[in-house]
């Protein structure tokens, strides 16, 4: 059985920092692309970062470039987000995601001003 599992989501003041982990099992982790999404109160489901298979490519949306940064362990079968410099915008569950695979079930990041 598939499971992707989130962690690290907390409450942080304005310009703080937060990792969050996600940690893969019952699933060759290294087989897929993944990504983290994120969702705020009443808006949809949005891509915040990509990472390829082999960690050898990764992608941003304009909003979180510079202050994330996305990266994968597949010896560990762990995901990670690094997030710098965190503002209230960045409110909202983030999403673990193997591309085509599997979601996690969320962890909720909450920045204050």
């Known amino acids: 059985q598939v499971q992707l599992v989130e962690s690290g989501g907390g409450l942080v003041q304005l310009g703080g920092s937060l990792r969050l982990s996600c940690s893969a099992s019952g699933i060759i982790f290294s087989s897929y692309a993944m990504a983290w999404y994120r969702q705020a109160p009443g808006k949809q489901r949005e891509l915040v970062a990509f990472?390829?298979?082999?960690?050898?490519?990764?992608r941003y949306t304009d909003f979180v470039k510079g202050r994330f940064t996305i990266s994968r362990d597949n010896a560990k079968n762990m995901g990670y987000l690094q997030m710098n410099s965190l503002q209230p915008e960045d409110t909202a569950v983030y999403y673990c995601?193997?591309?085509?695979?599997?979601w996690g079930q969320g962890t909720q990041v909450t920045v204050s001003s």
């Open positions: 990472i390829s298979k082999g960690a050898d490519l990764t």
């Open positions: 995601n193997l591309v085509g695979m599997a």
